[in-house]
């Protein structure tokens, strides 16, 4: 593949990344000239590689002695076992008159808070939820939109010692007790309702069921989305103004616990059951985004960060530890493509976003749009973009450098929930290559497998592993006292290796392309292809809107059916089916080819707007989807139901 960017030997010099080289050069004795060499060291030497993070990029705490402490397996590993941190402390360490949030919603309302007005706000919370109960372990939960002030509450929450979860605002009442039941919060913030696409959607009756449904609770706190009068929903129920105006914001208390210490309790996705509530550690997440953040983003204290997400997505997470990284967090909650297609880039340019993150979707949506930022937009001082969430297609990197910006680091990247962070992802000092993930992720030793296990070379598809251990991996799973359903997930397919379950292959340039998850890999004939391979062809026609494809069991073999929703204007005639199957024939292979091709009204996604393959196979299958609630759009499945064509 083709390289489409590349940056100057300036930019290169400057990058945080190779200053943090040359610091590690005249340290340690190595020769680091370029990411390759540093991320080999990062894997050959990890205690180093992981102790000058921590001095490079500014943790606070007491560092301690053991960087590493090997176990019996791979997942026994430690990092940092005698250090002490708090995650409030890191995120807090600048407190002045510059701006650490700025919210947009596509309401039109802003918000701007100052370091010194979060400190305020933390403060505030930290004294509410202490008279409340609240102490180191518990939980306190949020269900709340992008706002400032659910990111305030999850650093008060930390600053004691309790762990954090949330979720947004459009789960269900069963979707959400699903997952906050088996955390058992004491406190829980909620909103009374929020936009989306020009209308506003009601939590209050579902607030009702949800707090019937947590008996740990020892109070609600309602956040109003509009400043208007409280909703009473029980006796514990305080309205945000009656709780924060309560006190009077004084220095935040920071109490350190060891670096191992639960930070955040996130959820898979739960479409084949009950989310597994996956418990992150505090030091290794944050300072595993740290390294993404300062080294692989080249975020720097002043930046202005920026992710699309809901408060239930792991880059919320993410974008919440920039602030780590003294720089300012950008939100916006609402559609991204209301109340115009360009919301977005207005927003880059009235924030002045330094990085711009978002999901391959919505570029391919822009594209589709044919919305050209570069020629309605300034967009001066935009220097990264960041996609994940699905596979960006070789026509997007085209999109952007054609109709975004043409000077501009566009970072492909992908990890999970699982680790809260990425195992590839960008080299702001190194070329961009059309269609490809640039690099394993520092710290993080990559390899691709065979089923049996065997490393595979450039060109051949397999499975995607870490062989080495990293900080970020959970704690634990709740309610898996022994382990079992965490080892499984992760170390039963390969032995002392992490199996992200994301279906890979090596690039001739030493990138990454990934071709979909394991778990819905196609298997026609015995040979398995990768999902993105089909949908970055598919996907490319005006015609097609979106589009979902599955391996259905047929007649003692596997069949390919490709499922499409088409735009307005479009029908899916033999023409166009013909076209479609010629250009998978041709541009992939004769096996890539679907045997059906079917006109669906809609297609089922998650709550963080990823489609459900797995949905929909169940469901052609014969089989049923076990917790609906997962997804955002359950209704979308009774159309497959009846389908004659899979019968």
Not at 93 to 104: P, V
Not at 147 to 155: C, D, H, N, V
Not at 212 to 231: E, F, R
Not at 363 to 385: E, F, G, M, Q
């Amino acid at each position: 593949m083709s390289q489409i960017w590349e940056p100057t030997k300036k930019a290169r010099q400057e990058s945080r990344l190779m200053d943090f080289a040359r610091t590690a050069e005249n340290r340690f004795n190595h020769e680091l000239p370029n990411y390759d060499a540093i991320h080999n060291w990062s894997t050959d030497y990890p205690e180093e590689f992981w102790s000058h993070a921590w001095d490079y990029l500014g943790m606070i705490g007491t560092k301690g002695s053991k960087v590493i402490t090997k176990g019996k397996l791979f997942q026994d590993t430690v990092f940092f076992s005698d250090s002490e941190i708090n995650i409030a402390e890191n995120l807090l360490q600048r407190n002045d008159e510059t701006l650490a949030i700025i919210w947009h919603s596509e309401t039109g309302e802003t918000l701007k808070l100052t370091w010194a007005e979060l400190h305020g706000y933390v403060s505030v919370i930290q004294q509410g939820l202490i008279e409340m109960g609240v102490k180191e372990g518990d939980s306190v939960a949020a269900w709340l939109p992008n706002r400032p002030e659910t990111i305030a509450i999850m650093i008060a929450t930390v600053s004691i010692g309790a762990i954090f979860t949330s979720a947004s605002p459009d789960f269900g009442s069963k979707g959400l007790l699903d997952r906050f039941s088996q955390v058992e919060p004491k406190v829980l913030f909620a909103t009374d309702q929020y936009p989306y696409g020009g209308k506003w959607f009601s939590c209050t009756e579902r607030l009702h069921d949800v707090v019937s449904g947590l008996p740990t609770l020892q109070g609600t706190i309602v956040i109003p989305y509009l400043d208007k009068d409280p909703i009473e929903i029980g006796e514990n129920n305080l309205s945000w103004r009656n709780f924060v105006e309560q006190y009077t914001a004084r220095d935040v208390k920071f109490v350190r616990q060891e670096f191992n210490h639960p930070w955040y309790i996130l959820y898979s996705s739960g479409t084949t059951g009950k989310p597994k509530c996956i418990v992150h550690r505090s030091g290794g997440v944050l300072i595993k985004h740290l390294v993404e953040h300062g080294l692989q983003c080249d975020i720097k204290p002043g930046d202005r960060v920026f992710y699309y997400t809901t408060a239930g997505w792991m880059m919320w997470n993410w974008l919440a530890s920039a602030l780590a990284s003294k720089a300012t967090v950008v939100l916006y909650d609402g559609s991204p493509f209301y109340p115009t297609p360009y919301s977005l880039f207005d927003l880059v340019d009235q924030t002045s976003t330094t990085l711009f993150g978002i999901s391959a979707k919505y570029l391919d949506s822009c594209s589709k749009a044919r919305i050209s930022p570069v020629d309605s937009h300034d967009l001066s001082s935009l220097r990264t973009i960041c996609s994940t969430g699905s596979t960006l297609s070789a026509e997007a990197f085209d999109y952007v450098y054609s109709s975004i910006k043409t000077n501009i680091h566009l970072q492909s990247m992908s990890g999970g929930t699982d680790l809260c962070g990425c195992l590839v992802g960008g080299d702001p000092t190194g070329p961009v290559h059309r269609g490809e993930i640039q690099k394993s992720a520092l710290g993080v030793g990559i390899e691709i497998l065979n089923e049996n296990g065997d490393p595979l070379g450039k060109g051949q598809q397999g499975e995607l592993v870490s062989n080495t251990p990293f900080p970020s991996m959970p704690l634990s799973f709740l309610n898996d006292e022994a382990g079992e359903k965490y080892n499984k997930a992760y170390f039963e397919k390969y032995l002392g290796k992490w199996h992200q379950g994301d279906f890979a292959e090596w690039t001739a340039t030493n990138g990454v392309v990934i071709h979909g998850r394991s778990d819905t890999t196609l298997n026609p004939g015995g040979v398995r292809i990768g999902t993105a391979e089909i949908y970055n062809i598919v996907d490319s026609f005006s015609e097609i809107s979106e589009s979902v494809v599955i391996s259905q069991e047929w007649e003692g073999d596997n069949r390919i059916v490709l499922f499409v929703i088409v735009s307005e204007s479009a029908t899916l005639d033999e023409e166009l089916k013909r076209k479609i199957k010629s250009s998978l024939r041709e541009q992939a292979s004769p096996r890539h080819v679907p045997s059906l091709i079917i006109s669906v009204p809609d297609l089922p996604r998650t709550r963080s707007g990823k489609l459900s393959e797995l949905a929909v196979k169940a469901v052609a299958e014969g089989s049923s989807v076990s917790n609906t609630e997962a997804l955002a759009n359950p209704e979308a499945l009774d159309y497959f139901v009846e389908l004659k064509e899979l019968q």
